[in-house]
């Protein structure tokens, strides 16, 4: 008995319950004339395989917002169709387009939000994996914190703002690969790991109010750690950070976790910076800890201001 292949409906319900092989196969069956789309707006070249890379990433996202299931191959047009035009509008010295750019309103939800489905948030999450440190760092910045503008990422990660555009140009293309070709994987439980490392992070200034973040390093942290200044300076190591987090304790500043992300070597907190009361401009009001790990430790962590500090009065 020949089986007979599922309809457009029935994938795109499949995928809004979280079935990432679904949404692959929409993908695939749907490929042809999204890239016909994109060729006659733009012609052949790097910019017409760059809209379909995106409007890939799109669905992936907006996927749940489609309300007729059967209309799924003209609304992945449509989005092929939006991408192009805003390209052509955009300014030349602006080549990369990005999720935002095609995708959502100021007050939509987060990417996070998004991708809550389990099992898609997996699939996102494993092909995440796939690139490369230095390209997965500036995604998971642009797209998973709040550090995501160009200006910001470039300054934690101590490169040109150019080089940022580039790295997220590649990422974009490498993720729609590496989606479609990982939908049918079995992939790793992203809440746990989330969920382990905030842990981990709430974990580290519950021990540093007890004065016990010396011993939370020396656990969590390589011997020969390295600890690097907002200023993008090697401070010192494992004991220079225990010194710093003293010193602000000291001082009465607080902090609380916000925000982790993370993705085998590298993890994200961003945390609230909150000053005395009688030394409100203290410190900024935010930081963020970029780790880079080595066998699940902390290898190197950079501190990061994404705001100065309020003006004193």
Known sequence: MVSTPESDADLVRAAQSGDPTALGLLVSRHQAGMQAVALSLLGYGPDAEDVVQDAVLVALSRIGELRDPSAVGPWLRAVVRNGARMRL????TVPVADLEALALP?????????????????????????????VRLVTMLRYFSDVSSYDQIAALCGIPVGTVRSRLSQARSKLATALHETASLAHDDAAALTAARRREAEEALVTAGRGE????VREHWTPDAQFVAPDGQVAGGREFAVRAMDRDLSAGVRQRITNVAASGDVMIWEADLISPPDDPTHCPPGAVWLHTLREGRTARMRLFHPRPALAAA
Request: glycine share 6%.
């Open 89 to 92: 509008r955009r300014s030349r």
């Open 106 to 134: 100021a007050a939509d939800p987060t990417p996070e939000d998004l991708l809550e489905g389990r099992s898609m948030r997996d699939w996102v999450w494993h092909a995440m994996g796939q690139l490369s440190e230095p």
């Open 213 to 216: 973040f010396s011993d939370f």
